[in-house]
């Protein structure tokens, strides 16, 4: 059985792209907007460990 379920506030989504430091800087004012987060520096382990604390709506990381 398929049942609506009406949105109370949608979130924007939004891409944000620069160095683990620039978008740290950014997070203050990103509000709840869902993110697809490209970091512009050189992929490492844990990159994506690096960023989840500072970006908690984090849907997805990628290296661009």
């Known amino acids: 059985k398929v049942r609506a379920v009406p949105l109370v506030s949608p979130r ?3 891409t944000v792209r620069g160095t683990v430091a620039e978008l740290a800087a950014q ?4 509000g709840d907007a ?6 512009t520096e050189r992929a490492r382990a844990g ?3 690096e960023l989840q604390p500072v970006f908690d709506q984090l849907t997805a990381a990628a290296r661009g």
Not at 27 to 30: F, M, T, V
Not at 34 to 39: H, I, Y
């Open 27 to 30: 997070a203050p004012d990103l």
């Open 12 to 14: 924007v989504l939004r």
């Open 47 to 49: 990159l994506a460990d």
């Open 34 to 39: 869902l993110l697809r987060v490209v970091v």
